[in-house]
Structure formats: structure tokens, C-alpha cells
């Protein structure tokens, strides 16, 4: 079955950095496109990056972009967000996420940003 399973998330202060990734088994992952999404407290889940079938097109939200980059290794069927600059509204729980004919997700990872 499919399974995303992300780490790296913590606690940082403003102006930091944390590098979160993500393993997938349970499908061809060169084949989809990959996307990290994230939860603030008492808000909807956004999407915040995505990236191709081979990394050669990324796209991400404008509250991120410039910050953040999302890269993949399709050898090693893992996702990546490198975050920097990070700021307290970048605060919440960070999901991998795959849409295989119905969406899958991770058990997400939290990231806090707090002084």
C-alpha cells in the first residue's frame, strides 16, 4: 500500500532553517507529482510546494516562495523541503502528500517557529 512517513520537523527560531523529508513506498514514485502541504492551528491545510515527475518543475505558494524549496531523489524515493528564513506563521504540521486516483498522506511532522 502506499506510505509517506516525513521527518525533520522541530523547533526553530526566526530565521532558521529545518530540512523536512519525506520516504514513499507503495508506488512508482517517478511516475507522480509530489507535494508538501501544511496545517496551522485552527486552519485549513495549504499546499506549499510542489514538484514533477523529475524535479525539473517545481511550483510553490506565494507566502513561501523565495524561502523554501522542495527537491526529490527518485532513487531513493524520498521528498524534500529545505525551508530558510523561517518565520512564526510557517508554524503547523507539515504533510507529504500523493494523489494516486484518491489522495494519500503522511502522518505529518510538526514545525514550530517560536523565539
Known amino acids: 500500500q502506499v506510505l509517506l512517513e516525513e521527518s525533520g520537523g522541530g523547533l526553530v527560531q526566526p530565521g532558521g532553517s529545518l530540512r523536512l523529508s519525506c520516504a514513499a513506498s507503495?508506488?512508482?514514485?517517478?511516475?507522480?507529482?509530489m507535494n508538501w502541504y501544511r496545517q496551522a492551528p485552527g486552519k485549513e491545510r495549504e499546499l506549499v510546494a510542489v514538484?514533477?515527475?523529475?524535479?525539473?518543475?517545481?511550483n510553490y505558494a506565494r507566502s513561501v516562495a523565495g524561502r523554501f524549496t522542495i527537491s526529490r531523489d527518485n532513487n531513493k524515493n524520498t521528498v524534500s523541503l529545505q525551508m530558510n528564513s523561517l518565520k512564526p506563521e510557517d508554524t503547523g504540521v507539515y504533510y507529504c502528500?500523493?494523489?494516486?486516483?484518491?489522495?494519500?498522506w503522511g502522518q505529518g511532522t510538526q514545525v514550530t517557529v517560536s523565539s
Open positions: 502528500s500523493v494523489e494516486i486516483r484518491q489522495r494519500y
Open positions: 507503495g508506488f512508482t514514485f517517478s511516475a507522480y507529482y
Open positions: 514538484i514533477s515527475y523529475t524535479g525539473g518543475s517545481t
